[in-house]
């Protein structure tokens, strides 16, 4: 069997046609941040400037979620951060269960290779298609689960915030959670 590698990861994402996403985009998205972080954040899809730079959270909601990051001392280069789906999806549609089952080999292989201690699943997508498609973000978000060893909480994806800032105090308790379960699990040193 053939080793489970960055590279490899890399090459499949690449080289990728299992969904039709993948036709109409500039640039592949596959991920980026410390390789070995204890934290994952996953996030739905590219949007537009994501797909220009081929760099996941880079437009207007990633530069909320590096705010919302360092609000709890913690840097974009501190943490590993995804999507559900490595190709933007047209007009910034949610991306259909196929499109998030196509791409989940992917997603898979990543979180493999991360094997981080702790995911935040950044709004319902991510939610749905990695904890349970049940969950409903309004009433779910803030509630660990711990998967394997593996402890996964959703939260509102920042275009929600950016959206209704009424939100946003919300978003600061399941921030706060953050950094006390990494607190309690000594995975990174705050002040
Ligand atoms: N929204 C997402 O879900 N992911 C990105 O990378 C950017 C916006």
């Known amino acids: 069997m053939q080793e489970i590698t960055w ?37 739905e899809g590219p949007g537009q400037v994501e797909d220009e730079e081929g760099l996941a959270f880079v437009g207007p909601a990633g530069q909320l979620l590096t705010k919302m990051l360092e609000a709890i ?6 943490v590993y951060i995804c999507n ?11 991306p259909t269960p196929e499109e998030a089952a196509a791409c989940r080999i992917h997603l ?18 991510a939610a749905k298609n990695l904890l349970d498609p049940e969950i409903r973000i309004t009433r779910d978000r803030g509630k660990w689960t711990e998967r394997k060893g593996v402890w996964m909480m959703p939260t509102y994806h920042p275009s929600a915030l950016l959206r209704d800032p009424d939100k946003k105090r919300e978003a600061w308790e399941d921030m706060k959670s953050l950094r006390s379960k990494l607190q309690e699990l000594g995975l990174y040193s705050f002040e």
């Open 7 to 43: 590279e490899l990861f890399e090459k499949q994402v690449e080289a990728c046609r299992l969904c039709s996403l993948c036709r109409q985009i500039r640039h592949k998205v596959p991920g980026q941040g410390d390789r070995n972080a204890p934290l994952m954040l996953i996030g």
């Open 73 to 78: 001392q913690l840097s974009r280069e501190q």
């Open 84 to 94: 559900v789906v490595k190709c933007r999806p047209p007009n910034n549609r949610v």
């Open 108 to 125: 898979r292989m990543q979180t493999w290779l991360v094997k981080p201690r702790v995911i935040v699943l950044l709004g319902s997508t």
